[in-house]
């Protein structure tokens, strides 16, 4: 047996044996947030003396737990023009990683089943239109031409009156976009440390110093933190406070069956939503537990109202298995909107309030927070995602687009 001495690189990630005893920037948490940070501050700000802590391994927090759902119709301007941004930059990684990410654009169907419902998606499609998002309310006829399966009906309690039609709504290959983020900032020098729980944050005189990790002490002035469900763990050690609560979403999966769903549908009333991998799995969604938990724990109530509804949607798949069930930790805010940039201690930088809508906006998070972190001072497009919008009463609410029941 011979190596292939001609390929003496990793082929994803360099193993670094030990930390070292400072770096520029720490990052804490490898998922897509904080790997997306990374790749842009070498690839973009020639940052490289950066090094990413993470407790477990690469996209084994939300970034792998998630639905891949991408998309930008939203409610508020600056929700719109964030998630424009995130789209337009999803349509290249592919090719900008040299790795597949099996981007997909589906169109996305978001199924209003009262009067009420249709008021908020003709207010989304007309948002969304003057900032140059493809949207627009369609009645039952498109949707039942875009998924024949469907019953209109929803068994016959919840007829579909129409839908806000998103032409460019998406779904991407979840983990390879952590590995795309994580190899490409790994090239460009920047240090990804698995294994490696953060313990403490030091903080003198109002100002970051250093992180203590499970592998020792760090010296460091910036600190970005982007570990989601962790968040409020992470902020206990720097003593500022948010309005962070941690509840569990859930998803499963179905066995693989042939390609019969081309296009992501959400329902509001019945809470459900479904699309159709790359592989043929059924990938399903429902709301979020309706109690405050810090854990990954699925339960048997979950799938089981889950697929009450879905079959109230498509009676066809009822002899269809479910495969696997899990849980992720949502990190949500009051407005459904997220936590983004500077903070009260000077060095510390937020990425996060991204409760059940983060997947889509990981590669405008990894510009913007590393844009923030270079310039000490706020990327203008997350202006409106700021901290102190608690304090002063000006929120930005985002619960109408949210997707996902609550
Ligand atoms: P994560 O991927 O969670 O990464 C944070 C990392 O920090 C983790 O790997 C964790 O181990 C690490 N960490 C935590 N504490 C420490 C510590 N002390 N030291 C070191 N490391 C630490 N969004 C969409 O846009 N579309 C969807 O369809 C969608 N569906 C979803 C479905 C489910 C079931 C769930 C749970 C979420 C969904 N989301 C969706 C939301 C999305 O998954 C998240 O908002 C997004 O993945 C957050 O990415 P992140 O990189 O910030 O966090
Ligand atoms: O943000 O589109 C979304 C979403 C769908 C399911 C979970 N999040």
Redesign the pocket.
Known sequence: FALNKKHPEPRMFTYHEKLKSSYDVVI???????LAAAYYLARDHGITNVCV????YI?????G??????RSNYLTPEGVKFYDESVKLWQDLSTDFDLNLFYANRGHFTLAHTDSALRTMRWRAEVNKHYGVNSEVVGPEVVKEAAPMIDLSCAGHSPILGALYHAPGSVARHDAVAWGYGRGADQRGVEIHQQ???LGIDVQGGKVKGVKTSRGYIATNKVLC?????TP??LKMVDVKTPLYIHP???MVSEPVKPWLDPILVSGSLHVYISQSARGELVM?ASLDPYELHGTRSTLDFVEGLSTHMLEMFPFLSNVKVMRQW??M?DMTPDFAPIMGMTPVEGFYL?SG?????????PVCGKTMSHTVVNDAPHPLITGFSLDRFRNFALTGEKGAASVGH
Request: proline share 0%; net charge positive.
């Open positions: 804490i948490g490898a998922g897509g947030h904080g802590l993470e407790k477990g996209g084994g927090g939300n970034t737990r998630n639905t891949t759902i991408i490696t729980e953060v982007a570990v989601a469900g962790s763990r992470i979403l859930q998803a969604g849980a992720g949502a990425d991204w409760g059940t809508w983060g997947f889509k906006a990981t």
